[in-house]
């Protein structure tokens, strides 16, 4: 054989191998997906998103109801701090002067008054059915002030408490006896603002 001959038979050989190694393979065609596996894809997605729908649920339940339980936490907090407010003290006949077994209710006012700084209130001032209705107006005016002077002394700015007398004219029991009269010679606590949301002290 002739070398040229022979090295185009060598060089063919070598193509061929080449070939036969190398190159690109060729493509693959992706299997096409048949209906089953296509509604069996559709129902995972509903499934995940009616999943997805209930929990978004349950969270949205939960949250309100600690809203709820919150509210109604905080409106039985304000309605027994309102309660506390409205303690009344007493008087003794013809005095103005803040007995001791009612400093510890104007102690919890002002309590009251310091953990709720927006809060305002109205002192009435009351007296029993004896002596003149001047001089009824004068003294429940005193019972009044003797009990804002009590929590101003106590830190609470005077200008967060209103006095009001109305000396014999609203009794809260009817009688003409000293039991009676006991329960009518009193202040009474009216919250006039900032009672909408109360805190306990």
């Not at 109205?122 to 003294?139: F, K, P, Q, T, V």
């Amino acid at each position: 054989m002739k070398p040229v001959s022979l090295l185009f038979v060598i060089g063919l050989g070598v193509a061929v191998a080449a070939g036969a190694c190398g190159g690109n393979p060729p493509p693959e065609t992706a299997p096409q997906p048949n209906a089953d596996s296509i509604a069996a894809a559709q129902a995972e997605a509903e499934r995940l998103a009616r999943e997805e729908a209930e929990r978004r649920a349950r969270e949205e339940a939960e949250r309100a109801a600690r809203e709820r339980e919150a509210m109604t936490a905080s409106a039985r907090t304000t309605e027994e701090v309102r309660n506390m407010v409205a303690v009344m003290i007493h008087f003794d006949y013809d005095k103005s002067n803040i007995r001791s077994d009612d400093a510890g209710a104007l102690d919890q006012k002002v309590a009251i008054l310091q953990a709720n700084p927006n809060l305002r209130i109205r002192i009435h001032g009351h007296c029993d059915e004896r002596g003149s209705d001047e001089y009824n107006l004068a003294l429940g005016n005193r019972r009044a002030q003797s009990a804002k002077q009590y929590l101003v002394s106590h830190g609470i700015e005077a200008g967060r408490i209103d006095t009001q007398s109305w000396g014999e004219e609203r009794p809260l029991v009817d009688g003409h006896d000293e039991s009676a009269w006991s329960q009518n010679r009193r202040d009474e606590f009216e919250i006039i603002g900032g009672g909408d949301a109360l805190v306990r002290p």
